[in-house]
Nanobody, 124 residues
Framework: VQLVGSGGGLVQPGGSLRLSCAAF????????MGWFRQAPGKEREFVAA????????YYADSVKGRFTISRDNAKNTVYLQMNSLKPEDTAVYYC??????????????????WGQGTQVTVSS
């Protein structure tokens, strides 16, 4: 199993980025997926999750209305579109596979495989 994240970088406040996470080695279309982030000196926190079909999505309150999670099961890829970025969104972002296909459980222990992380820096 491998999850390979990409798309991070440096962006000004108010800007946008799209993260991608390509999945290998498991049946992606049967798995819910999620994004977490970890800012310097802070615990890793849940950002967003999506069910196996894409029909259900879940967001942390801090990103609701600004971030959108989506997936393309034909490409074995999950995305995180981030708009109206703020300096407090600066963090390493991780994609992860959920052990529950509904995507409705968001503790770190509910996810069994993790990507390597991609840095997002929001700064002027």
């Amino acid at each position: 199993v491998q999850l390979v994240g990409s798309g991070g970088g440096l962006v000004q406040p108010g800007g946008s980025l799209r993260l991608s996470c390509a999945a290998f080695g498991f049946t992606f279309s049967s798995s819910a997926m999620g994004w977490f982030r970890q800012a310097p000196g802070k615990e890793r926190e849940f950002v967003a999750a999506i069910s196996w079909s894409g029909g259900n999505t879940y967001y942390a309150d801090s990103v609701k209305g600004r971030f959108t999670i989506s997936r393309d099961n034909a490409k074995n890829t999950v995305y995180l579109q981030m708009n109206s970025l703020k300096p407090e969104d600066t963090a390493v972002y991780y994609c992860a596979r959920s052990q529950y296909s509904s995507g409705g459980r968001h503790a770190q222990s509910d996810f069994d495989y993790w990507g390597q992380g991609t840095q997002v820096t929001v700064s002027s």
